[in-house]
T-cell receptor
Framework: GQNIDQPTEMTATEGAIVQINCTYQ??????LFWYQQHAGEAPTFLSY??LDGLEEKGRFSSFLSRSKGYSYLLLKELQMKDSASYLC???????????????WGAGTKLIIKP | DTGVSQDPRHKITKRGQNVTFRCDPI?????LYWYRQTLGQGPEFLTY????????KSRLLSDRFSAERPKGSFSTLEIQRTEQGDSAMYLC???????????FGPGTRLTVL
């Protein structure tokens, strides 16, 4: 089967650093996405990794290890506005249909405290 | 900058009624996706179009759900004989053919009483 695991909830302090982990077991891996979703709003794209290593984009970085089926999202200099859910999604091949599909984790709710 | 738009933003209906939602993708995007999301869960894939062709439909989707994209631009999602379990946020996303990133609309929140 296909499975994506993320912690349900994390708490961090304003100005600090937090790492949100994602582990996956999927077939036909073709990239991993991180999205941010504020309560009651639609997900917005943060990052995409298809090769092993670290991708840095401002205060946010994302890491991928394909051999370990593992990714993390690193948020630095946390701000109150970073309080949101962070969704990990893996692009996989649906063999029967020969199409790609995004499989989503349930998301990690990040709470930032002053 | 016109992103993905969805209409209505909120819909309250009684069990057994039919509802229809509309999605207008980013104009140059030819791929369009429908998802359903419940509280505390990630988006659940429903169906996917490339231009006007519906290329994939979730096996979890009952036959009460139907989607169309007649001219390869906007899309509609209809739910017939709604049930309380259909209450969720219905998200639409689009992407260009050569792109991987999906851009989401604001969603339609459906409440079935």
């Amino acid at each position: 089967g296909q499975n994506i695991d993320q912690p349900t909830e994390m708490t961090a302090t304003e100005g600090a650093i937090v790492q949100i982990n994602c582990t996956y077991q999927t077939s036909g891996f073709n990239g991993l996405f991180w999205y941010q979703q504020h309560a009651g709003e639609a997900p917005t794209f943060l990052s995409y990794n298809v090769l092993d290593g670290l991708e840095e984009k401002g205060r946010f970085s994302s890491f991928l290890s394909r051999s370990k089926g593992y990714s993390y999202l690193l948020l630095k200099e946390l701000q109150m506005k970073d309080s949101a859910s962070y969704l990990c999604a893996v692009r996989t091949l649906i063999v029967m249909d020969s199409n790609y599909q995004l499989i989503w984790g349930a998301g990690t709710k990040l709470i930032i405290k002053p | 900058d016109t992103g993905v738009s969805q209409d209505p933003r909120h819909k309250i209906t009684k069990r057994g009624q039919n509802v229809t939602f509309r999605c207008d993708p980013i104009s140059e995007h030819n791929r369009l996706y429908w998802y359903r999301q419940t509280l505390g869960q990630g988006p659940e894939f429903l169906t996917y179009f490339q231009n006007e062709a519906q290329l994939e439909k979730s096996r979890l989707l009952s036959d009460r759900f139907s989607a169309e994209r007649p001219k390869g631009s906007f899309s509609t999602l209809e739910i017939q004989r709604t049930e309380q379990g259909d209450s969720a946020m219905y998200l639409c996303a689009s992407s260009p053919q050569s792109g991987l990133t999906q851009y989401f609309g604001p969603g339609t929140r459906l409440t079935v009483l």
